[in-house]
């Protein structure tokens, strides 16, 4: 079992040798045991608060061994909708503290009955998809550990 303790830049001078793909729930994890695809198993024991993205590269202690982390395609609502609309649904959306993903010509969250007929009802057009979801990091205490 191989044990990741720190994160790498992305632009250091290094050969990927391992890839693990996470959902977006499970890149919050600082401490986890995970299974890559060819039955290995990887324990993440990083600072806690770490919040894990598309591309981040961690090592082990020897940096012997590079994994590069792969945002994961899972069931996600994207919400569009002309700018105004889509900044009033955001404002809902924080108000009930979901993550959420957020650019100028979307908004997508984890699937929720509840949240779709809401935005669905704000004049939104709501789609399901499978996808990599990013959402926003939290405003207290996360943070992006490079």
């Not at 499978?130 to 550990?145: R, V």
Request: charged residues 25%.
């Amino acid at each position: 079992m191989l044990t990741l303790t720190q994160h790498k830049p992305p632009d250091a001078d290094f050969v990927v040798n391992l890839t693990l793909e996470l959902t977006a729930e499970e890149r919050t994890r600082s401490r986890h045991r995970f299974s890559l695809a060819d039955g290995n198993e990887v324990f993440l024991r990083l600072p806690r608060g770490t919040v894990l993205h598309d591309g981040d590269i961690l090592t082990d202690e020897n940096e012997s061994n590079f994994l590069k982390v792969v945002a994961k395609s899972e069931p996600v609502l994207t919400a569009v909708a002309d700018t105004n609309l889509l900044l009033r649904a955001a404002y809902h959306l924080g108000n009930r503290h979901v993550p959420v993903e957020i650019t100028v010509n979307y908004l997508r969250l984890s699937p929720d009955p509840i949240l779709q007929a809401m935005l669905i009802k704000l004049g939104l057009e709501v789609k399901e998809e499978i996808l990599p979801f990013q959402p926003e990091l939290g405003a207290y205490g996360t943070h992006h550990a490079h």
